[in-house]
């Protein structure tokens, strides 16, 4: 698309910006891939329609308000780059731009809204903090109507029952002979909504001859700063883990989809800094835990096919039926950020009875979409209600479970299947395996 950008005067972040719009050749095929367009149904909630609006803001034709509330319907998802057959790389728009319209302060939102933006940026990526604020929901849950509508949301999503904290070790030695050395990030509203996601991740990974640091000094991987376009908190995040995880390991893990995909763009938030190789060379080493396994190779099968009940790991459901089966979910940041798409599968279908069911309209978003469902909680509610049924619809109505590789949309797949009261249990990739590997055990020693 021809644009009359100027670069420089939109900071190290305008060359990707202008090399984007000028990649876009207005042809429509993204537009069947985007949740927003489905639910809104107008060209300036399509990625060809924001795009349009973005080059015009940057030329200096539209006011950043006019734009605005468009850029800010966008899930971030970038189902839109894999349906793009010019290979338009709408991230290094999207969140640059979110960046430039911040640093502007050209984002017109309400008193209320400062607050939200500003609670979810102080307590989400500080696992101790957000551990309080999730306690503090209780309390305003119980306040009801007296909690001013723009937190409610936040009250919506807060589990009523937080699991209890899990100190991760520095150190996991590999089971039997070491076949690799990997550091993990801990992920900081994982630990908090579910910490058995990182106890189940090292399990399976020392068993399969992985060496497992977790280095103390880590953050959150600044991943919802730069969705929100706070471009300065977002380089504290990418800094101190720069800083944190050593030059000595086979591979940097990521269990979490969100944090992965953040971490392999600290070269754009890094960009025209000092930082910017070294983010680079940090991005090389990042993997899935699911692309690392699988391309590592499980050293053994897990021989049970791990069904669960409660929190324990049984054979369950899957004896009676002779298979589970799994629906997995792709979550937008592991698929369309990272490419990754066979590697959870194969991990699940490496389970003996396992049956991995694939979901309806699998490339739309859950809703989920970092802090997606706080600040857009009506469109957030439809896309998640929507994938709940789809889950349901790929088990056949049946028992089973829903697997994905993103604490996001585990979240959101739990709150909209509880909503439907369904009892079909949500679990990471990881957790499968994991409550897999240990029915066989089960069932080894029981012999
Ligand atoms: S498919 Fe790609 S080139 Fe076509 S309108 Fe969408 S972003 Fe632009
Ligand atoms: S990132 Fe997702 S919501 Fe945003 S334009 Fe692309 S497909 Fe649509």
């Known amino acids: 698309m021809q644009h009359t950008i100027k670069p420089e005067e ?162 996991y030695p590999a089971q039997g002979e070491r076949r690799a050395r990997v550091a993990l990030l801990a992920g900081c509203a994982q630990q908090v909504l579910d910490p058995d996601i990182n106890v189940a991740t090292i399990e399976v990974l020392v068993r399969n001859g992985v060496e497992v640091i977790v280095p103390e000094s880590q953050g959150c991987c600044g991943g919802l700063a730069w969705h929100t376009g706070d471009l300065v908190a977002a380089q504290t995040f990418a800094r101190r883990n ?26 754009l938030v890094l960009k025209g800094t000092p930082d910017e190789a070294q983010a680079k060379e940090f991005e090389r080493r990042v993997r899935d835990v699911s692309v690392f396994l699988a391309k590592l190779g499980l050293r053994e099968n897990p021989r049970g096919t791990g069904a669960m009940s409660g929190g324990g790991v049984h054979e369950g459901n899957a004896k009676k039926a002779g298979t589970l089966k799994v629906a997995y979910h792709d979550a937008c940041h592991l698929a369309n950020a990272q490419g990754v798409r066979e590697q959870p599968r194969a991990l699940l279908r490496a389970i003996p009875g396992v049956e991995v069911c694939e979901l309806a309209d699998a490339h739309l978003c859950c809703g989920s979409a970092g802090t997606y469902n706080l600040d857009q909680p009506e469109t957030a509610n439809s896309l998640g209600a929507q994938k709940a049924q789809a889950a349901l619809a790929a088990l056949g109505g049946g028992e089973g479970v829903v697997a994905s590789g993103n604490i996001g949309c585990l979240t959101q797949l739990r709150v909209h299947l509880e909503k439907i009261g369904s009892p079909v249990r949500v679990r990471h990739t990881m957790q499968v395996l994991r409550d897999a590997y240990r029915a066989g055990d089960a069932r080894r020693e029981a012999r």
């Not at 894999?82 to 709408?90: E, T």
């Not at 944190?244 to 600290?266: K, Q, R, W």
């Open 10 to 171: 939109h900071g190290p972040l305008g060359a990707p910006m202008a090399q984007a719009v000028e990649a876009c050749v207005h042809c429509g095929f993204c537009l069947a891939a985007c949740p927003t367009y489905q639910e809104f149904g107008q060209e300036m909630d399509s990625p060809r329609g924001r795009i349009v609006l973005m080059k015009q803001v940057l030329e200096g034709t539209l006011p950043w308000a006019e734009a605005q509330p468009h850029v800010d319907r966008c899930l971030g998802c970038l189902s839109c780059e894999p349906a793009c057959p010019s290979g338009v790389p709408y991230r290094d728009l999207i969140s640059p731009f979110r960046a430039r319209m911040e640093e502007e302060k050209k984002g017109v939102r309400t008193m209320g809204e400062k607050l939200r933006r500003w609670l979810a940026a102080q307590t989400i990526p500080y696992p101790g903090r957000f551990r309080l604020a999730l306690a503090g929901a209780k309390v305003g849950r119980a306040m009801g109507g007296l909690v001013p509508a723009v937190l409610r949301p936040m009250l919506a999503l807060a589990p009523a029952n937080v699991p209890a904290a899990v100190k991760l070790k520095a150190v």
């Open 242 to 267: 720069l800083a944190a995880f050593p030059a000595d390991v086979d591979a940097i893990l990521t269990n979490a989809a969100g944090c992965g995909s953040a971490m392999h763009e600290y070269h």
